[in-house]
């Protein structure tokens, strides 16, 4: 029986490895409020093999670190010779759009993957188009990071919102863009912040539409500035991104209904747009230091 070798693991070439199945997808952002910008699946299988596929989207992949031990993989990329590596826990990959690929893992695999629109990535620099290598490996600590507030903001039900997710959606995207581009795009320095009028027309529709679920393109359009720009400045003009800056007004309001009015606690959550009243006290707690019910005594 003809064998080969994987990084010190003899395996068969014809070994039975099951195709992968849908079922292999535990949890997903399908339902997310930031859908059509990327998405977040939590794919946890038994060794199996993955048919040649075209990839829509560029993504990312992480190697959970809940895997006991390294995973043997090999691979083909639109038709090149067959790779092999042991993906570590922790490891991650990244893999470009309209990618060919063919895979085969030997033994057990949880992985992450997050995919960027296009939309996304050309939003996410100044250029309009950046080319992502065609697959590489790292364990960048940054991707690691943000990935993991993601999978922790989907698995929660994404209580906080388009704006968040959006937020490090763009932040995750502008980081691989920077990085791993086969050239990387400019670096475009914005200083001094949105003009005043501009930053006044964002901050009067942020006041009057508190409960309104945002999205970072509506607000950089108010600006009439690029999703990029928007980013960068709002938070040079007011010290905070743009979901702080308005949880930070939430809160405020928040307080004045407490002290002013004898709505119930899920009322002024419900008033304010979060997502229940859970949600609310977590977020309160965590900006003023303790629950809702006792300000509202205190004060």
Partial sequence: MPKSEILGRRVTTNETVPLVRPEGVILSSSNS????????????RPAHEQMEIVLPEANVHFFSDRMKEP????????????????????????TAKDTPVWGRCFAPSDILIISF???????AVADAKVELQALQHTRDRKIRAIGSLL??????????????????GMALAAHVLRTYAVFPPRTVEYRGGLPKYQLRHVVDHIQANLAQDNSLQA???LANVSLFHFCRSFKQSTGQSPHRYILQLRIEEAQRLLKKTTL???D????????????FTMVFRRLVGTTPARWRADA
């Fill in 219 to 221: 607000l950089a359009d």
């Fill in 264 to 266: 119930a606690i899920s």
């Fill in 33 to 44: 409020p930031w859908r059509d910008s990327f998405k977040v699946e939590h794919h946890r």
């Fill in 268 to 279: 002024v959550a419900n008033r304010l747009g979060f997502s229940d009243q859970s949600h």
């Fill in 151 to 168: 999978e922790t903001e989907v698995r929660a039900g994404c209580p906080t919102g388009r704006l968040y997710g959006e937020f490090l």
């Fill in 117 to 123: 629109s296009p939309n996304l990535l050309n939003a």
């Fill in 71 to 94: 995973c043997p993989v090999e691979w083909r990329i639109a038709g090149s010779s067959l790779k092999q590596r042991s993906m570590q826990p922790g490891e991650i990959g990244i």
